[in-house]
């Protein structure tokens, strides 16, 4: 099982941005995915995350300018986030658990990606 994260980079405060996170090795539809984020010096701390129904749920922080999302055909999951702020630089990761119920959980998740890059500029 692989799941590979890209889109991150550096962007500007305010600025949007959408992850992507392509599994291989899986059969994509029967895994609820997750995101999750880790700032430096700081716990990996739960972002969103979409169900196998596409059920989705947000952590209260992001959740007015988060969208996550799934395209079963492509067996990718994305993550969109606007009006960024610095305090949304971080290591995105996303994950994938064959649990029904896919959320905040860190431990309900079988299989992790290394990880994208955000950086938001002031």
């Known amino acids: 099982v692989q799941l590979v994260e890209s889109g991150g980079g550096v962007v500007q405060a305010g600025d949007s941005l959408r992850l992507s996170c392509a599994a291989s090795g899986l059969h994509f539809s029967y895994f609820g995915m997750g995101w999750f984020r880790q700032a430096p010096g700081q716990e990996r701390e739960f972002v969103g995350s979409i169900s196998q129904r596409y059920d989705t749920t947000y952590a209260d922080a992001v959740k007015a300018r988060t969208t996550i999302s799934r395209d079963n055909a492509k067996n990718t999951a994305y993550l969109e986030m606007n009006s960024l702020k610095p305090e949304d630089t971080a290591i995105y990761y996303c994950?994938?658990?064959?649990?029904?119920?896919?959320?905040?959980?860190?431990?309900?998740?079988?299989?992790w990606g290394q990880g994208t890059q955000v950086t938001v500029s002031s």
């Open positions: 994950a994938a658990t064959i649990s029904t119920s896919s959320g905040p959980s860190y431990d309900v998740y079988d299989y």
